[in-house]
């Protein structure tokens, strides 16, 4: 398994995922993922999905700057930290953001988010 393939493949996939059809992240957690944005912690798919689609807009768009990753433990699992900025629809200014990802291995040859951290950078 290489680290950085599977960073980049997840971020693409969950960022593209995120901008169009936020629901569709619920296949990315499991019952004992953890999501903090912005401070407030929430556990569990139910819980994840309903944060991320209740938020309070409709449309964005994230543009990546950096992937960073590393191994993580003896079970393959990955440390992911990206940082970009979003652009909200209607809005004229991005917004700079940080999120971090713990990614587990599955059975079935793929990862799962145990964690999930997001920040906005307010400069």
Known sequence: MDPDAVARAFVEH????FD???AGLS???QDNSMLSFEGPKTQGVAAI???LTSLPF???HHNISTID???SGPTGSVLVF???SLQLAGEQHALKFSQMFHLIPTPQASFYVLNDIFRLNYA
């Open 14 to 17: 969950y960022y593209r995922t």
């Open 20 to 22: 169009t059809n936020r």
């Open 27 to 29: 296949t990315l957690y």
């Open 49 to 51: 999905t309903a944060k």
């Open 58 to 60: 409709q449309q964005c």
């Open 69 to 71: 990753c590393q191994p």
């Open 82 to 84: 990206v940082s970009g």
